[in-house]
Structure formats: C-alpha cells, structure tokens
C-alpha cells in the first residue's frame, strides 16, 4: 500500500495542477478574509476565525473535486489501473492508499491558513485575544469536513473517464451532502423527517465541532461517511466494468 | 510452473466473450496465443494475470487458482497488457523502482540497473516515460512485467509498432526469458509465432479451433503456411 500512496502524492507534487488549485484556493481566502470590506476580518472588529470557518466549506467544494478528479478517472482513460491491480495489492489497499494521498495533500491546503490565526492572534487587544480552544475545534472539524469531501471526490472520479464529469458530480455531491440535507430539512420543519434530515448533513456536525465541543457523535458520523464513500468507491472498482 | 485453464469464460451480458476455453501452458515452453481481433485474447490474459473475474471456470498456477482478490498469486505473474499503459509523469528509473517496490523486492537499485540493462534501456533510463518512443515504452513494459522475476509471463502483443530491429532484439528478448519461464503471448504476425512459440492455440469468437504444438500444426495442414491455417480455421 505505501507504495501506491507515495507514487499518488508525488504524482500530485509533481503536477502543476495541485499547486494551481492550492494557490487559487488560499488567495480567495485571503481576498475575501482580508481584503474584501464585506468579508473583512479587519473590518468585522472581533478576533475570531467564525468567517474564516463558514467561508471555507464553501470553498472546498470546488477545491476538494478539483484535486481529486483525476485519481481514478485518469488511470480509467489511461488504461494504467491493470499496472495496480496485477500487482499483489487488493482493491482496498489501492483505494486507502489514493485517499491517504489526497487527504494529505489537502493538509498542504490548510496548514498555510495558520497564518491567519498567528495574525488575528496578534492583531486582538488585548494581544492573543482569541478563543484558542474554538479554533483548534474548527480546524478539525474543517479537516473532517475535508476528508469527507475527498471520499466523495475519490468515489466520483472513479464512476467516469471523464475527468471534467467526476469534477461536475463531486461538486454536486459535496454541495449537496453539505446543504442539501439541511435546506431540504427546512420543508419538514415540524416533522421528524426533517429532524433527521438535518442529522444526515454535513452542515449540522460540523457546526456542532466549530463550536469547539468534541463529540463523538460527530466523529463517528465523518468516519461513518467517508467509510461509506469508499465502501461504494470499492464497489465500482472492484466490478471491472471498465 | 504451468498454467492450467479450465472451462475459463467470460460473458458480457448475452455476448460470450469467452466462451468456456480450456488449455495448458507448458513450463519452460513459449505458448503463442492467436486469434483474430475480438476473438477473446485479450479478455482471456486478463483473467489468467487475476485483472478480470471470469463468470465461469478458473485458471490455475500450479494448482492454486487466479483471480482479482488472491493478490500473493499475482507475485508469480508479470503482465505487459495490450498497449502498453505507463505512467507518462514518471520517470523510468522511478516507475520500476515504484513497481519493484510493490513486489517488495530486495536489492531494488540493482535489480532496477540489472532489468533495465536487460531490456536494453540504458541510453533512455533518465527519460521521462512520456517522452519516450514507441519502442522504448514497450521495453518499459516489458521491464516492468519481469522485474519480479516471475515464473509465468502473459505478454500481449509485444511487437505491436515496433520497427524491424526492435523486433529482433524483443524477440530474442522473450526466446531468451522462456527458457526458464512459462510465457503465454499473443500476436498478429505469423512469423514471429514461427521464430520463437513452440506452442499455439488459435481462438475465434471465444472458442478454441486449434490446440497444438507448432510442428504437428504445421505437420496436420502441410503445406499450407501458418497465415493460410490461421484464415481457415478462423475464417466461419
């Protein structure tokens, strides 16, 4: 399995295209935390990271697709996946090893976002004026927010060749899990289905996290879904019906 | 070790792609696989190398069987499929290394040097694979299908666009690796079954129409040419 996932994490350090998106990501979120009035930071007047966190998954749903687009939908196209499957490797350990990869990669998204914290930090009077334990709270549930989408993103890429198509479905999917759940909720407002609707979002669990409470419910519902992602990841891939 | 097929088939809906072969592959033996295009070839070496499930039957290496989930058996395989996927991002020398180190081989660097000298690599092995040609993919391939050093190699048109020297020097490659290895390769060039199989089969629409050494092949249909007995038997 460590083979395939050091081949899959240099590939992408070795592609123009991971670094583009990773760029194309942080400078948004700069614009749009610093620079922009509406969104500003520095014109919000608190030190707090709350705009930085609701603003992210936003972003991820177009990053996370982005960079994982490719992982199966390009050996499909290449015809490279029979290079790994006569290999004495299983389907799963092939599929782990693809995920482990991009969720690291995804890590190398984050962790310049520091940044911003060490500045609010900083900035805040009195100096560090910022609620430290929130932010660690948020990043993880950011970072499973993350991992989530990148099952998804695993699972699209590996229903088509087409790599603009796995992009159109994760982002798709991403959104969806993400708000739909919690905007379909919205219709059943006094029924139990849209109490249970809400649980099954993304939204409602990750929220939950930002506040800085650490509950395994919430962790057993990421793992939960990233495991089901690549459950069904598993299942087209180990069909052949390429 | 010798392949065994038995009552291998493979069905795509209602179209038999394979349509329950049964043979065997002799050890130290050159096994030339023919067959019109879309007559099974490819489908069949994609279950014998453990890519594809087949619907019925099995194949076995030495008595243990084949297929995608038995993943030690496949130590024992070294696969070049039909035209040629590599990595085009990687290099070389980084690509065997990658596909040794799946085997987990010892003494990767050397065994790396060795196969690469082998194939005859050397002036290209610090190329990017995608800046390769034709030729040099295809020893790629091949280097990547031997690095393991397995007992059974499945080649799957070896020779497909290469020039009349590579061909030579490919040819006398695998004669020279089926010397202690069981190898099963399929071609469209009659001479080439001529120069180095010592066995054919020859399938047409996923059924086997002949099954014999090349001699008594040749000696069954004198004295027509191999081309000729090819058109006749899969000619219906």
Redesign the interface.
């Known amino acids: 399995m460590y083979p395939v996932f050091k081949r899959e994490l240099f590939s992408y350090l070795n592609s123009l295209m991971a670094y583009i998106t990773i760029g194309v990501f942080l400078l948004a979120c700069t614009l749009l935390l610093w620079f922009f009035p509406d969104t500003s930071i520095l014109d919000y007047g608190y030190a707090e990271m709350n705009s930085f966190f609701s603003l992210v998954p936003f972003l991820f749903i177009f990053l996370i697709p982005a960079l994982t687009m490719r992982s199966f939908a390009e050996e499909r196209k290449e015809g490279t996946y029979v290079l790994l499957a006569t290999r004495p490797i299983s389907d799963w350990q092939i599929i782990v090893a693809k995920y482990l990869a991009a969720v690291i990669l995804l890590l190398f998204a984050l962790l310049p976002t520091l940044v911003y914290y060490y500045s609010i930090y900083q900035l805040g009077l009195p100096k560090g004026n910022i609620d430290t334990g929130a932010v660690i709270g948020s990043y993880l549930g950011l970072y499973l927010l993350g991992s989530a989408f990148t099952a998804i993103g695993i699972f699209a890429s590996s229903l088509t060749k087409n790599q603009v198509i796995a992009f159109a479905i994760s982002v798709f999917l991403c959104f969806f899990t993400f708000s739909g759940f919690e905007s379909l909720s919205k219709l059943f407002e006094l029924d139990k289905i849209g109490a249970i609707l809400l649980i099954l979002g993304i939204s409602e669990h990750y929220q939950s996290m930002s506040r800085g409470v650490l509950d395994t419910r919430d962790l057993v519902y990421f793992l939960t879904f990233i495991a089901l992602f690549l459950g069904l990841t598993k299942y087209m891939i180990g069909g052949r019906r390429w | 070790m010798s392949i065994k097929v038995k009552e291998l088939a493979k069905h795509y809906g209602r179209q038999k792609a394979v349509d329950s072969i049964s043979f065997e592959a002799r050890e130290g033996k050159i096994l030339g696989f023919l067959g019109p295009n879309g007559a099974g070839k490819s489908t069949t070496m994609?279950m014998i190398?453990?890519?594809?499930?087949p619907t019925s039957g099995n194949a076995e290496i030495n008595g243990r069987p084949i297929n995608?989930?038995a993943?030690?058996v496949?130590?024992d395989?070294g696969?070049l499929?039909e035209?040629t996927?590599?990595?085009?991002?990687?290099y070389v020398r980084e690509f065997l290394s990658?596909?040794g180190?799946?085997?987990k081989l010892k003494n990767l660097k050397s065994r790396v040097a060795e196969v690469i000298k082998q194939v005859g690599l050397e002036p290209e092995q610090h190329k990017k694979i995608g800046m390769l040609s034709k030729g040099y993919k295809q020893r790629v391939g091949i280097a990547?299908a031997i690095i393991h050093n397995p007992k059974v190699l499945i080649l799957d048109e070896p020779t497909s666009g290469l020039d009349p020297n590579q061909l030579a020097d490919i040819r006398l490659l695998i004669k020279e690796l089926g010397k202690e290895k069981t190898i099963i390769i399929s071609t469209h060039i009659m001479q080439e079954v001529d120069a180095i199989c010592d066995d054919i089969i020859i399938i047409n629409k996923g059924k086997i129409v002949a099954d014999e050494s090349l001699l008594s092949l040749k000696k069954k249909y004198a004295p027509q040419s191999l081309e000729e007995i090819f058109k006749k038997l899969t000619n219906t």
């Open positions: 994609r190398t453990g890519y594809l499930a995608p989930k993943t030690e496949k130590r395989i696969y499929p035209n996927p590599l990595y085009a991002d990687m990658f596909v180190e799946t085997y990547q």
